[in-house]
């Protein structure tokens, strides 16, 4: 059976005659074992079993302790400091007064002293030696990027390295913290804007080492700039400049990257014409209007699109006003006609304009039949529109009148374009008295014209051509209804012909 080495150390201590117990080097070199061994020696087991006993103490404490713990490791330190002057002062003076001072110093009461300093020492520089590597290949591994084996390598240094060398330990924790980022931008990576966040927490970390970070970060906002450049073929200039926005800040943080996005906007330009709406591309030459210097920086985009907005611009303007989309329609049309001045299709867009300053007007005339248009307030020009001249009938859009069924259907137009006049036609009220009339009874009652306020405006100018007041004129009815007292007032009775003559003069004159 073993031996405990407390045990053995105590009979090799007895065996050191009294007079060698005085040898102050042996008992130094014996406590700076951390054990006490020094005390032993010179026959201080008590001694021995406080100072071992409060070295495993602070050395547990130091290993468990937020590193690098300059504190506790100086509180080690002076504890080991103490340990070893105090064997120093004991070995130099006498344990035995009896005796005669003592002879030379043997060699085992030295070596057993020496050897346990010395085993001890070369433990700590071996533990120490085993941090720096680690602690090196850790660092190696981090700048090749390797983040997983980072965090291996970092799970083997253990509490005896944070004891011996706290600052490697610590260096070691930080690359770990740091290389978590790089971990959850891989992870992320279908999620660019995802890892690209977590990139950028990397690169700001201080211990930050893997120069390749930067790399994969502008890499993947070239991914995002591809995503919404395949957007912006849609939806037009918003996702346009959002890829704008990470293309430079991949080139700004990683300059070697530059070539890679002119090929990115290399081959987003040669797709357009195949790929990208009328409308996206209006809104690309819209951006680059106002945009120039960023736009510059990719020529051939500014070139194609430069070469594609006469024609995205008008069939754009086409596309919305087939849509009922009057306003971005009417800007379209008038955007074409003002830059495009020579094109054919000049004349076009003008009369496209005024169709989309005009539709909205009608209040979806022909289709809803209780329109209410605000053209009657605020009437605008159709060129494309027949002019208020010549024999009639001259086609009508009609409004705000009941008795339209009195009108032969030759007097309406089926839409704007074939409409001469937007005729608007107010609330019915007493006209001119045309006299009285006699019923059974003696009733006598006064009859009058009905009286509408009515503008007739001219479609293709815009302009109002007659506004004024129309007698509806007609006859007493034959026989009077009416209900307690009989009225002493009331309108004519009209047929189709006096409604007819009352209005053909503005459209059929």
């Known amino acids: 059976m073993a031996l405990a080495p407390l045990p053995l150390l105590r009979r090799l201590a007895r065996r050191v005659p009294a007079p060698l117990k005085r040898e102050p080097a042996a008992t130094a070199a014996g ?109 190696r591994a981090h700048e090749d990027g390797d983040c997983e084996r980072v965090g291996a390598i970092a799970d083997s240094l253990g509490p005896q390295h944070a004891v011996v060398d706290g600052l490697t330990v610590v260096a070691g924790e930080k690359q770990v913290d740091a290389c978590t980022y790089v971990l959850a931008a891989l992870a992320n990576e279908s999620d660019p804007e995802a890892a690209v966040a977590e990139l950028d927490e990397y690169l700001e970390h201080p211990e930050a080492r893997w120069d390749g970070a930067a790399g994969l970060r502008a890499d993947l906002l070239l991914e995002q700039a591809a995503a919404s450049l395949e957007t912006a073929n849609t939806q037009g200039s918003t996702p346009l400049r959002i890829a704008f926005d990470h293309i430079e800040d991949a080139i700004e943080g990683a300059a070697d990257r530059a070539d890679d996005a002119e090929d990115l906007m290399a081959e987003f330009s040669t797709g357009l014409a195949a790929s990208a709406d009328p409308c996206s591309l209006m809104s690309f030459a819209d951006w680059i209007d106002t945009n120039e210097k960023r736009a510059e920086a990719y020529p051939v985009f500014t070139e194609t699109v430069a070469n594609l907005a006469p024609d995205a611009t008008f069939t754009c303007a086409e596309t919305l006003l087939a849509a009922s989309n009057w306003d971005p329609a009417a800007e379209a049309f008038g955007r074409f006609a003002t830059e495009y001045p020579d094109d054919e299709r000049a004349a076009d867009a003008k009369a496209g304009e005024e169709m989309a300053n005009v539709r909205p007007l009608l209040d979806g005339w022909p289709e809803a ?13 159709l060129s494309a529109a027949p002019a208020y001249s010549g024999s009639g009938p001259h086609p009508m859009a009609l409004f705000g009148f009941d008795r339209a069924d009195a009108f032969p259907p030759s007097w309406f137009a ?15 009220e007493e006209g001119a008295d045309v006299g009285s009339c006699i019923y059974e009874g003696g009733v006598e009652v006064e009859f009058y014209t009905k009286q ?38 009331r309108a004519v009775e009209s047929s189709d012909s006096d409604y007819r003559d009352a209005f053909g003069s503005l459209v059929d004159p």
């Open 414 to 428: 089926s839409d704007i374009t074939d409409a001469v006049l937007v005729v608007c036609v107010g609330e019915v």
């Open 369 to 381: 039949e209780d329109a209410d248009p605000q053209y009657c307030d605020s009437p605008a020009p």
């Open 31 to 139: 406590n700076a074992s951390f054990l006490g061994i020094g005390y032993l020696v010179v026959g201080r087991p008590g001694l021995a079993a406080i100072a071992a006993g409060g070295s495993v103490v602070l050395t547990l404490i130091l290993a468990n302790a937020e590193q690098p713990a300059w504190g506790w490791r100086i509180a080690l330190l002076v504890w080991w400091l103490a340990t070893v002057l105090h064997g120093w002062y004991l070995g130099g003076h006498r344990t035995d007064w009896r005796l005669d001072p003592a002879p030379p110093l043997g060699r085992r009461p030295r070596a057993v002293g020496l050897a346990s300093g010395a085993a001890v020492l070369l433990v700590l520089v071996l533990v120490a030696l085993s941090a720096r590597w680690t602690g090196y290949t850790l660092t």
């Open 452 to 489: 509408y306020a009515v503008a007739a405006i001219e479609v293709h100018t815009g302009t109002v051509v007659f506004e004024g007041n129309v007698q509806v004129g007609g006859d007493c009815p034959e026989i009077l209804y009416y209900f307690g007292d009989p009225p002493e007032r």
